[in-house]
């Protein structure tokens, strides 16, 4: 079964047992768009205990809101109880919930274009919130009140941003006047997380440079990066004016470096820190500073670049910076200076000795310190010099 249909059945069980149950949020919105998609929510009149007893396999990742997983033939769809929201705290969290009726639960929603319900029994739309219409119109306008809404989650600034740029939409004047007011309110309600959770969603679409430009327009860059305080929008267009141009493959962190085309290692590394990055993204940065910062060095020093795993994206990120005339060489000459390190580099890649310490002991090496700056030395000699046998390494380490 597929997804969808495993989501129609999860409905038709709800529907059997008595309760009202739709299909919610983002998958009716690009349902409508035409967007095919696999993010279904489910809301219900069911409470979390009744649908944890219909259901064999839950997991409770938000009880107190009325939220549950349900498993059913290994898909996953979150399952929430039609509630209404009694105030905030912190920006970010619900003091409490109640249940509600679809229409109410509708209205405490982020946008209209995600307020809306479909029933896929009847094959039925249910649009409190006139979303609809403003999918037609291409507006991202907040349920309500703009100023309530961006006060209760402060995120919802971003995502307003996110929705603007992925769809090719406008802002709905309101709003945005409201993103404007509440902009300098983001932190601390906010983690730095869910932001960059925000920052993958909207890389992962075109139009990228907008969303970044439009968050500095209103406000919410230079909170989220005070550097980019005193910076000008036309200098943030500029600089990430490649971001259309990059690699499908290009991790996040490498778009969000676009906008400090100056920083140095150390600040690159105090940024992913500031994001809560992993050991993972971190190891990219510094890799891709080492290739921004090669220019020339031996053979030894160019295999070992082209053996690393971010070698190729990198290439391809660096190449874009460059003016269309001067792309191409600049790739050929990587890719025939590759081509004649090939060999060395998937010994590297392979870690597969150029020499062994065997090799040494039998040349009357003794085992000690020198052994290892040996060994390092034979590989470079091998690679600058296209040696092959440790033999002939060893000659050379002779001389």
């Given at each position: 079964?597929?997804?969808?249909?495993?989501?129609?059945?999860?409905?038709?069980?709800?529907?059997?047992?008595?309760?009202?149950?739709?299909?919610?949020?983002?998958?009716?919105?690009?349902?409508?768009?035409?967007?095919?998609?696999?993010?279904?929510?489910?809301?219900?009149?069911?409470?979390?205990?009744?649908?944890?007893?219909?259901?064999?396999?839950?997991?409770?990742?938000?009880?107190?809101?009325?939220?549950?997983?349900?498993?059913?033939?290994?898909?996953?769809?979150?399952?929430?109880?039609?509630?209404?929201?009694?105030?905030?705290?912190?920006?970010?969290?619900?003091?409490?919930?109640?249940?509600?009726?679809?229409?109410?639960?509708?209205?405490?929603?982020?946008?209209?274009?995600?307020?809306?319900?479909?029933?896929?029994?009847?094959?039925?739309?249910?649009?409190?919130?006139?979303?609809?219409?403003?999918?037609?119109?291409?507006?991202?306008?907040?349920?309500?009140?703009?100023?309530?809404?961006?006060?209760?989650?402060?995120?919802?600034?971003?995502?307003?941003?996110?929705?603007?740029?992925?769809?090719?939409?406008?802002?709905?004047?309101?709003?945005?006047?409201?993103?404007?007011?509440?902009?300098?309110?983001?932190?601390?309600?906010?983690?730095?997380?869910?932001?960059?959770?925000?920052?993958?969603?909207?890389?992962?679409?075109?139009?990228?440079?907008?969303?970044?430009?439009?968050?500095?327009?209103?406000?919410?860059?230079?909170?989220?990066?005070?550097?980019?305080?005193?910076?000008?929008?036309?200098?943030?267009?500029?600089?990430?004016?490649?971001?259309?141009?990059?690699?499908?493959?290009?991790?996040?962190?490498?778009?969000?470096?676009?906008?400090?085309?100056?920083?140095?290692?150390?600040?690159?590394?105090?940024?992913?820190?500031?994001?809560?990055?992993?050991?993972?993204?971190?190891?990219?940065?510094?890799?891709?500073?080492?290739?921004?910062?090669?220019?020339?060095?031996?053979?030894?020093?160019?295999?070992?670049?082209?053996?690393?795993?971010?070698?190729?994206?990198?290439?391809?990120?660096?190449?874009?910076?460059?003016?269309?005339?001067e792309r191409q060489a600049f790739l050929q000459e990587h890719h025939m200076r590759f081509q004649s390190l090939e060999k060395a580099i998937h010994k590297i890649q392979n870690k597969e000795p150029f020499l062994t310490s065997e090799d040494l002991r039998k040349a009357g090496v003794q085992d000690g310190p020198q052994m290892g700056s040996l060994l390092k030395e034979g590989?470079?000699?091998?690679?600058?010099?296209?040696?092959?046998?440790?033999?002939?390494?060893?000659?050379?380490?002779?001389?």
């Open positions: 079964m597929t997804h969808y249909d495993v989501g129609v059945s999860i409905v038709k069980k709800l529907y059997e047992e008595g309760f009202t149950a739709y299909f919610a949020g983002g998958w009716v919105r690009d349902f409508l768009m035409d967007h095919p998609s696999d993010d279904i929510d489910i809301a219900t009149s069911a409470s979390v205990e009744e649908v944890q007893a219909l259901f064999p396999k839950t997991i409770p990742v938000g009880v107190s809101f009325g939220i549950v997983i349900v498993v059913e033939g290994g898909h996953q769809f979150e399952v929430a109880n039609f509630r209404k929201d009694e105030g905030y705290k912190d920006g970010r969290r619900p003091i409490g919930i109640s249940e509600a009726s679809p229409e109410e639960d509708a209205k405490r929603r982020d946008f209209t274009i995600n307020g809306m319900f479909y029933d896929p029994l009847q094959e039925k739309l249910y649009d409190y919130v006139a979303g609809q219409e403003d999918l037609k119109e291409g507006i991202v306008r907040a349920i309500g009140n703009p100023h309530e809404r961006f006060l209760e989650d402060r995120l919802r600034m971003i995502r307003a941003v996110r929705y603007a740029s992925r769809f090719h939409f406008l802002i709905e004047n309101e709003t945005l006047k409201a993103i404007l007011d509440h902009a300098n309110a983001l932190f601390p309600a906010v983690a730095i997380e869910r932001v960059w959770n925000e920052f993958t969603k909207m890389s992962a679409f075109s139009n990228f440079d907008t969303a970044l430009a439009t968050l500095h327009q209103l406000n919410l860059l230079p909170m989220i990066f005070p550097t980019l305080k005193d910076t000008s929008t036309e200098e943030i267009e500029k600089r990430v004016e490649n971001l259309p141009h990059f690699p499908e493959e290009a991790p996040v962190i490498a778009k969000i470096l676009e906008l400090f085309p100056s920083a140095t290692l150390q600040e690159r590394e105090a940024l992913c820190s500031y994001l809560k990055l992993s050991r993972k993204e971190l190891d990219f940065v510094r890799y891709y500073t080492r290739f921004q910062e090669t220019k020339k060095g031996e053979l030894y020093d160019w295999a070992h670049l082209y053996a690393h795993p971010h070698y190729g994206v990198c290439l391809k990120i660096v190449a874009v910076h460059l003016p269309l005339e590989e470079r000699i091998a690679i600058n010099e296209g040696l092959d046998t440790p033999q002939d390494i060893l000659k050379k380490l002779s001389t």
